[in-house]
């Protein structure tokens, strides 16, 4: 099949052609060879390009994996050039006869392969290097479509290739990841930045929690909707935690700033309970700055969690500062005897209860002397509840000198999940307690 790049590939691209309606110029990433779809290798060079593009403002709006099948790569590319102003490949640009990617590219660009002498001297001298001998696959390499423009690949043996008409931007380059970057990092993002292309993108985090994702974008439904148009909301979950992330493309990296500033305090305004950070933190970070700023210390008594609670604030790099000892009572003996919980309380109650969490705040405190203290209880699963405790059930306690509160959850039966969402829930519950101080 030919494509509708016959000729005018080394023609300049007026910037105009990119100026989408959105204002800004949009890119799909075709990643081909068989050991990506096998598994027996993984793509990195999708994540990568795509990161680097969004850099330049540029809309990554798809990326697929395809085999080493010269159909199917002329489909797929005949489709991306239709929608996007920029198609970046990767792969199937090496020395064996599964490498089809160059002889597709010709079939579907109407053109054939020449040598290219600076091409032949760089394979020479890399091999040479290596201490290995030009071979007639090495030397086949220094062949490229007539109509590209050869971008060198010092890196390795396999040059890249640039095509361009007034419609899209084609490049191709070598799936090997550094050679790949090599060629990007030297080549292709200049390239585009000398050409216009390039606009400003600028993203701020928020991070929320409380609220599942469905519940939180119906709470964000008008929020959403009076967002200018270039402006974007996306919701980036991740157990329990919610990274909101707003993102703003202008031609100007000033007014995109401004706009995002105000956005983000309309943000504030409409969830002002659920947001814990307005900058990419986790909450175990966010908690050891506001110990900090305060000069306060934490203390933990963990059951059901296990030292899940303080493994996340011991992974914040200072928490020395403020972090001052856990006990990992999951016996009811161990609640007895180190944190001093009543064993009438634990026979009244339960040893799942608000009383017997408020317990074993207060002792952990008493114990360590900490300026504030957690203490978790409950039933992780995927057994041990019952009908007016089920699997799932959780109290959290948090002791300062104002008093003790007491708070309830309930989750599912995944035990490790479970772990994880009373992890957080009592550090959110934590939080709250120490912004109030």
Same mark, same amino acid.
């Given at each position: 099949?030919?494509?509708?790049?016959?000729?005018?590939?080394?023609?300049?691209?007026?910037?105009?052609?990119?100026?989408?309606?959105?204002?800004?110029?949009?890119?799909?990433?075709?990643?081909?060879?068989?050991?990506?779809?096998?598994?027996?290798?993984?793509?990195?060079?999708?994540?990568?390009?795509?990161?680097?593009?969004?850099?330049?403002?540029?809309?990554?709006?798809?990326?697929?994996?395809?085999?080493?099948?010269?159909?199917?790569?002329?489909?797929?590319?005949?489709?991306?050039?239709?929608?996007?102003?920029?198609?970046?490949?990767?792969?199937?640009?090496?020395?064996?006869?599964?490498?089809?990617?160059?002889?597709?590219?010709?079939?579907?660009?109407?053109?054939?392969?020449?040598?290219?002498?600076?091409?032949?001297?760089?394979?020479?001298?890399?091999?040479?290097?290596?201490?290995?001998?030009?071979?007639?696959?090495?030397?086949?390499?220094?062949?490229?479509?007539?109509?590209?423009?050869?971008?060198?690949?010092?890196?390795?043996?396999?040059?890249?290739?640039?095509?361009?008409?007034?419609?899209?931007?084609?490049? @191709? #380059? *070598?799936?090997?990841?550094?050679?790949?970057?090599?060629?990007?990092?030297?080549? !292709? /993002? &200049?390239? +585009?930045?000398?050409?216009?292309?390039?606009?400003?993108?600028?993203?701020?985090?928020?991070?929320?929690?409380?609220?599942?994702?469905?519940?939180?974008?119906?709470?964000?439904?008008?929020?959403?909707?009076?967002?200018?148009?270039?402006?974007?909301?996306?919701?980036?979950?991740?157990?329990?935690?919610?990274?909101?992330?707003?993102?703003?493309?202008?031609?100007?990296? @000033? #007014? *995109?700033?401004?706009?995002?500033?105000?956005?983000?305090?309309?943000?504030?305004? !409409? /969830? &002002?309970? +659920?947001?814990?950070?307005?900058?990419?933190?986790?909450?175990?970070?966010?908690?050891?700055?506001?110990?900090?700023?305060?000069?306060?210390?934490?203390?933990?008594?963990?059951?059901?969690?296990?030292?899940?609670?303080?493994?996340?604030?011991?992974?914040?790099?200072?928490?020395?500062?403020?972090?001052?000892?856990?006990?990992?009572?999951?016996?009811?003996?161990?609640?007895?005897?180190?944190?001093?919980?009543?064993?009438?309380?634990?026979?009244?109650?339960?040893? !799942?209860?608000?009383?017997?969490?408020?317990?074993?705040?207060?002792?952990?405190?008493?114990?360590?002397?900490?300026?504030?203290?957690?203490?978790?209880?409950?039933?992780?699963?995927?057994?041990?509840?019952?009908?007016?405790?089920?699997?799932?059930?959780?109290?959290?306690?948090?002791?300062?000198?104002?008093?003790?509160?007491?708070?309830?959850?309930?989750?599912?039966?995944?035990?490790?999940?479970?772990?994880?969402?009373?992890?957080?829930?009592?550090?959110?519950?934590?939080?709250?307690?120490?912004?109030?101080?």
């Amino acid at each position: 099949m030919t494509g509708k790049f016959s000729s005018g590939f080394n023609k300049k691209i007026p910037v105009q052609h990119f100026s989408k309606s959105c204002g800004y110029m949009k890119a799909e990433i075709i990643s081909i060879g068989d050991e990506i779809l096998t598994g027996q290798t993984t793509d990195t060079n999708s994540v990568w390009m795509a990161t680097e593009l969004n850099k330049l403002g540029i809309e990554v709006t798809g990326i697929s994996a395809i085999p080493d099948d010269a159909a199917r790569i002329t489909k797929l590319l005949g489709n991306a050039v239709k929608r996007s102003g920029l198609v970046l490949i990767t792969g199937g640009l090496g020395p064996t006869s599964d490498d089809i990617t160059k002889d597709t590219l010709c079939r579907f660009f109407n053109t054939i392969l020449v040598r290219n002498e600076e091409v032949l001297a760089n394979i020479s001298e890399i091999l040479g290097r290596r201490g290995v001998s030009l071979n007639e696959n090495n030397i086949a390499q220094a062949s490229v479509p007539e109509n590209c423009t050869v971008l060198m690949n010092r890196m390795g043996t396999a040059p890249g290739m640039w095509f361009e008409n007034d419609n899209a931007i084609v490049v @191709s #380059m *070598a799936g090997v990841p550094y050679e790949m970057k090599y060629i990007m990092t030297e080549h !292709v /993002i &200049p390239m +585009l930045r000398n050409r216009g292309i390039a606009s400003e993108i600028i993203h701020r985090n928020i991070m929320t929690y409380g609220l599942p994702e469905a519940h939180l974008a119906e709470k964000l439904s008008s929020f959403e909707s009076e967002l200018p148009a270039g402006v974007r909301l996306a919701y980036l979950p991740s157990s329990g935690v919610i990274k909101l992330r707003l993102t703003a493309r202008y031609s100007d990296s @000033s #007014m *995109a700033e401004q706009e995002l500033v105000r956005q983000v305090e309309r943000l504030k305004a !409409v /969830i &002002p309970d +659920l947001i814990y950070a307005d900058s990419e933190v986790s909450l175990e970070e966010h908690i050891g700055k506001e110990l900090k700023n305060r000069n306060m210390t934490v203390s933990t008594a963990e059951s059901c969690t296990g030292g899940s609670i303080s493994r996340m604030i011991v992974s914040v790099p200072g928490s020395s500062a403020y972090y001052k000892g856990s006990v990992i009572a999951y016996s009811n003996e161990l609640k007895e005897n180190i944190l001093g919980v009543n064993h009438d309380t634990i026979e009244r109650y339960g040893a !799942v209860s608000g009383e017997c969490a408020a317990e074993m705040a207060e002792g952990v405190m008493r114990l360590t002397g900490s300026s504030i203290s957690i203490a978790t209880t409950g039933i992780a699963g995927p057994d041990g509840g019952s009908e007016n405790k089920p699997v799932g059930t959780l109290w959290v306690a948090v002791s300062s000198h104002l008093g003790t509160e007491t708070r309830s959850f309930t989750y599912g039966t995944d035990r490790n999940l479970n772990i994880r969402r009373f992890s957080l829930a009592a550090l959110n519950m934590l939080r709250e307690q120490i912004i109030s101080i």
